[in-house]
């Protein structure tokens, strides 16, 4: 009895580690020059669904807009829709996934991510 209240936590970790086999699934910092921390992505591995975690602010807050994503594995194209960059018109991006980084392309503006990281402490 005991054995298996302890092994099925973990078994449920390992799946919920297995994951939806959506390499966008998870989270992706945002890479800034110097020591500036940026923007957090995360992708939900399931849906289109998405958070945000704008850049962080002089007074320790950061912003969430609404977006979306899609996600093409066959050719490793990136869409987000949505007001990602605070200040910015652009609602939206495109760019490919190349390894563990990709790059967002609105307008004239183009943001650089890679895999991890965390949400902002939240």
């Not at 760019?95 to 895999?115: M, N, P, Q, R």
Request: aromatic share 8%; charged share 20%; glycine share 16%.
């Amino acid at each position: 009895m005991i054995r298996r209240s302890l092994i099925a936590p973990f078994a449920l970790l390992l799946v919920a580690a297995c994951g939806s086999g959506n390499p966008m699934a998870g989270n992706w910092s945002e890479v800034l020059e110097g020591d500036a921390h940026g923007m957090t992505l995360t992708f939900d591995g399931y849906s289109e669904k998405m958070s945000v975690h704008g850049r962080p602010q002089p007074d320790g807050t950061h912003s969430h807009p609404k977006a979306s994503y899609t996600f093409d594995a066959a050719t490793g194209a990136l869409t987000v829709s949505g007001p990602i960059l605070e200040g910015s018109k652009e609602e939206s991006w495109s760019g490919t996934l190349e390894g563990d980084g990709f790059a967002l392309k609105g307008g004239e503006t183009t943001l650089k991510f890679v895999k991890g990281g965390d949400a902002h402490g939240h």
